[in-house]
């Protein structure tokens, strides 16, 4: 477990950088922001385990390394197997003495939306099923990035993709994003969360309850890609504070069961804003627009009806 | 195998069929961790292993995956934390494990897996031949063949001394027939004390992921690194043969039992010799039995050891027989010589500047037994053909519709 135990704001994070500088994401990449916080909630008692992605090849091109914690990368669609692996040996061999039985070690899955809604979805449910104590990190950037932008499926709505593209007949992607987040929940283990880099203290935190609770918890945070999502590498905490804003993407937790949103929206953005920004939105038509606006007035819909409040609140601009 | 009659060890004779055996040696290893999923004809592995967890006879966890793809997953990584480790599977489960099966020798850590073969879907069948195994040559898993129970308990722990010897860190396979020995049982020594297995197989420290010495496991590689990375592969697999003769004579001296990468029976005086692997090699013993006492000098021989290949023990075995015939248990589609033990042999035995006559036969596909009359006219029919034998390619035994004239 890492030193800190409570999380109120940035001076309460440490300034020890566990993930070291120099490595090769793309120019204004939010996925350095997650891991960077990531690391500094788990502290250096770490294994992260991280599936094929992008992550995986801009950090540890050998034989330079950006991971000041053990890490090990073994495929695609195992990661959650792994990390049962990992996580069932410590516990065996501090049983047996051969190791520290009084050493507790975090161990974190990261992988993107592609290894966790689609080829590591039977994995994940694996682990999540036979209760390991392993935080898994799903960095969500809507597509397959590391292979050149093409669609999983957590792709929203109409967004180009290189394997979605928008013509006359197909206007990019003709599905909505799947539900991951309320999937994983449906297994009911200890704890799940969705989190949003431009809501760095929010993240923090449920990394933190994530590390706490002794089963599987899942942390599903929207990381927003200037290379693939099209807008300027200035623009990503930006990116990700109009997804919050529009209600394209809403902070929740789910605790032992008992649902929370944890970042209100008293007044909601229309989803134009969102959408405008970035150039995968860059052909839709008014109509598609709205469509997409309704999915969200939906949701929140929804959403409030779960919350048993109206945590996300009206259309205002 | 020869067997002494004194060994080191005290040991006590039990009945176990292979899979049995294979388990019992898991146990005598005090593996930390298995994974596994079920599938014919393995289940009786981790069956048995379950047994002995849940009786407290072994201290380890079996991980209850949803694949074998995630089996060999999670043995990867508890092994890359530093655990003893164990999987098995046949067939179609050993299919679905392929791409982890590279990742793992690539890694280069030092699995243990039993595999008890199994023929391959379509069209789907239960029973045996060695087209999975076959399948897996080239992942750079030191290979073992059994041919009995008994061997089958000590290849595993044979497994175990070569793979985690520092010199190699390569994943084993112990494989053996599916049904044929993975349901037969069989009388095997094993030791009474556990104690004894544990002093042949000491824990010894290699890299792990370790927090207080943290390091980066299955990085990305480009052009520059790549090809000596896979180059120290290579030759941790040519040592594995040394390594593994080590160890065969560490089993000889504490459990008295001998083992060659090469097996043979009567094969000094033979002007003809039968290669084959697995368990029927007892059948084609009294083939050779039957065709002595017809005046014919046949003898025979068994591959025990599939990868690193033993190509030298081949060259002595054969170099005064006039006439070779491999025995195959699997089929490479499309291949000069569709068997693919007699393809590595013709190539092992051209490097070593020997050329008997050759004939290659198929038999045994999709679990059809093969009896001593088989290998007796197998025998009669490659003199028959002489030269003529490999011309044809292989000979798919018995099978309706195949002629060769
Ligand atoms: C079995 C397998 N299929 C395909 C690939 C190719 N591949 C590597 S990374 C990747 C995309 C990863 O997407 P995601 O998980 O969303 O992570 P991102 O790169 O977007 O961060 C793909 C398709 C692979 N490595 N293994
Ligand atoms: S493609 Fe996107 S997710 Fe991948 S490194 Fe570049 S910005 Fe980051
Ligand atoms: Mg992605």
């Not at chain 1, 990449?29 to 992550?55: D, E, P």
């Not at chain 1, 669609?77 to 501090?94: C, D, F």
């Not at chain 2, 995630?70 to 067939?91: D, E, M, N």
Request: hydrophobic share 40%; glycine share 8%.
């Amino acid at each position: 477990m890492s030193s800190i135990y409570r999380i109120r704001g940035v001076r309460d994070l440490p300034r020890e950088e566990l993930f070291a500088p120099g490595h090769g994401l793309c120019a204004g990449c939010t996925a350095g922001t997650v891991i960077r916080h990531l690391l500094k909630i788990s502290g250096r008692n770490t294994i992260v385990v991280n599936a094929t992605n992008c992550v995986e090849v801009s950090t540890t091109m050998y034989p330079y390394t950006s991971w000041r914690v053990p890490w090990i990368h073994v495929a695609f669609e195992n990661a959650a197997a792994v990390a049962s692996g990992i996580e069932t040996a410590l516990r065996v061999m501090a049983r047996k003495g051969l190791i520290d039985p009084n050493k507790r070690i975090n161990i974190v899955v990261l992988a993107g939306d592609g290894g966790t809604y689609d080829i590591g979805l039977q994995a994940l449910s694996g682990m999540l099923e036979r209760g390991h104590r392993v935080m898994y990190v799903l960095y969500d950037n809507e597509a397959y990035m590391n292979t050149g932008i093409q669609r999983s499926g957590s792709t929203p709505l109409h967004a180009w993709t290189t394997t979605t593209p928008v013509g006359k007949v197909l206007r990019g992607k003709m599905q909505p994003k799947k539900p991951i987040a309320e999937i994983v929940a449906a297994h009911r283990i200890p704890y799940v969360a969705t989190a949003n880099i431009a809501y760095p203290i929010d993240m923090d935190q449920k990394f933190l309850k994530g590390l706490q609770v002794e089963g599987p918890s899942f942390i599903h945070v929207l990381q927003p890609c200037p290379t693939g999502w099209r807008f300027d590498p200035r623009y990503g905490i930006e990116v990700g504070r109009l997804a919050v804003e529009t209600a394209m993407w809403i902070n929740w937790e789910i605790t032992m069961g008992d649902f929370k949103v944890t970042v209100r929206v008293p007044k909601r953005k229309h989803v134009k804003h969102y959408l405008r920004i970035q150039g995968r939105f860059r052909d839709l038509s008014e109509e598609e627009i709205e469509e997409i606006q309704e999915l969200i007035n939906k949701e929140v819909e929804r959403i409030n009806r779960m919350a048993g409040e109206e945590v996300i609140g009206p259309l205002a601009e | 195998m020869e067997t002494k009659l004194e060994s080191r060890v005290r040991q006590t004779r039990v009945i176990l069929n292979s899979n049995y055996a294979a388990a019992y040696a898991v146990r005598d290893a005090d593996v930390d961790v298995i994974s596994a999923y079920p599938i014919t004809p393995q289940t009786g592995v981790v069956e048995k292993l379950s047994e002995m967890i849940a009786e407290g006879e072994l201290d380890a966890e079996m991980i209850h995956v949803e694949s074998e793809h995630s089996a060999l997953s999670a043995i990867i990584g508890a092994s890359a934390v530093g655990a003893r480790v164990f999987t098995a599977t046949s067939s179609q489960g050993l299919e679905y494990m392929h791409e982890v099966l590279h990742i793992a020798s690539g890694m280069r850590l030092p699995l243990v897996m039993a595999i008890a073969t199994r023929a391959l879907s379509a069209p789907i069948s239960i029973w045996n031949d060695y087209s999975d195994l076959m399948n897996v040559r080239d992942t750079s898993w030191i290979t073992f063949i059994a041919s009995t129970a008994q061997e089958v308990y000590d290849s595993i722990i044979e497994a175990y001394m070569v793979s985690e010897d520092p010199r190699i860190l390569l994943p084993s396979i112990v494989a053996y027939d599916g049904f044929w020995m993975s349901h037969t049982y069989e009388p095997l020594y094993i030791p009474e004390d556990r104690k004894t297995v544990l002093e042949m197989l000491p824990r010894r420290p290699r890299y792990t992921l370790d927090p207080d010495n943290p390091i980066t496991m299955g990085s990305i590689v480009n052009p520059d690194w790549y090809y000596e990375i896979k180059y120290q592969q290579v030759e941790a697999m040519k040592e594995a043969y040394r390594v593994i003769r080590e160890a065969d004579a560490k089993i000889e001296e504490n459990l008295g039992r001998v083992y060659k990468p090469v097996e043979s029976y009567l094969a000094e005086d033979s002007e003809i010799l039968v290669l084959t692997y697995g368990g029927i090699y007892g059948t084609l013993q009294t083939a050779v039995d039957l065709l002595r006492s017809e005046g014919l000098k046949v003898g025979a021989l068994r591959l025990r050891l599939w990868r690193p290949f033993p190509a030298r023990d081949l060259k002595t075995l054969v170099e005064d027989a006039k006439t070779l015939i491999v025995v195959d248990r699997a089929i490479s589609y499309g291949a000069s010589i569709e068997g693919p033990v007699a393809l590595e042999t013709i190539a092992a035995l051209y490097r070593e500047g020997l050329y008997p006559t050759i004939a290659s036969f198929i038999a045994g596909i999709g679990g059809r037994p093969v009896s001593e009359d088989d290998f007796r006219d197998m025998v009669k029919k490659a003199l028959e053909l002489g030269e003529r034998a490999l011309k044809i390619g292989s000979i798919h035994w018995g099978v309706r519709g195949a002629e060769y004239e």
